[in-house]
């Protein structure tokens, strides 16, 4: 009889949460055994998720309480800068625990394994600290990885997500009233992801992010210079042959729309448009942030850790 493992989750109040909350309730191998928010504290899960059945409640959890709990795992999904005191209380107290932290603050730590599994798969040993990419970071690689030893320059990187993706707090970003008709620019240089993906790429690459109207779901416009002139089809076939075999990664011949990719666990990308002189192209990925860009890639990267197969409760 397969081992059922326990998990918990901190930050479930959020956009992300409430998608592994749904996730984990479909899975055959991982139960929910605590779910920790301030806010929620005291009411019952099921009340705030249509996929939960159960009788847990929301509980509100520090650090040492976390720890306490003994899970098998624990999913941070706590906005930046918030990750720290509960890593440390694991390390001290519960140190055999896996963590998934979603936020941005370990994923600059070489002592952490950066999880995104169709790049990073085979640097996997057994890690039991795992950070989850960033959900702009995760359409940018997975844009320009077929094409890294291709490259004459810096990638130069036009996104835009849904306004779930700046949180639940309220701010200008997530303000569907600010955000009618409108497409906002933020962060136009330095931006966090930029500096992910520059890194764990190991090329600079410049990032020009956006929050438009919309709830949910990433546009990625990637505009790639060569080194040698190329042809649509070379290039096409380059990530055919870097995505086969990866069913959350479908390569398509249009441009993939962002209506097309909402809940959905996957990611689309296509576009391949040559420029003139055949050494510039551009391409475009599409993702759901919260899906592929946050909770089914955390779920991947438990899964993988766990010693199940990577896409258990996935659907794809």
Known sequence: MSKRFTLGIVGARGHTGAELIRLVADHPDIGLAFVSSRELAGQRVAEYSDAYAGPLRYENLD???VAAKGADAVILALPNGKAADYVAALDAAAPQTLVVDLSADYRFDPAWYYGMPELTRDRYTGQRRISNPGCYATAMQLAIAPLLDQLAG???????S???????????KNNPELLRDNLMPYALTNHVHEREVSLHLGVPVEFMPHVAAHFRGITMTVNLWLRQPSTREAVMQRYRQRYAGEPLVEVVDEAPWVSRIAGRHGVQVGGFTMGPDNKRVVVVATLDNLLKGAATQALQNLNRALGLDELTAIPH
């Open 162 to 172: 849904g306004y779930s993706g700046a949180g639940t707090t309220p701010s200008d």
């Open 154 to 160: 810096p990638p130069q990187c036009f996104g835009v």
């Open 63 to 65: 650090p040492a309480a």
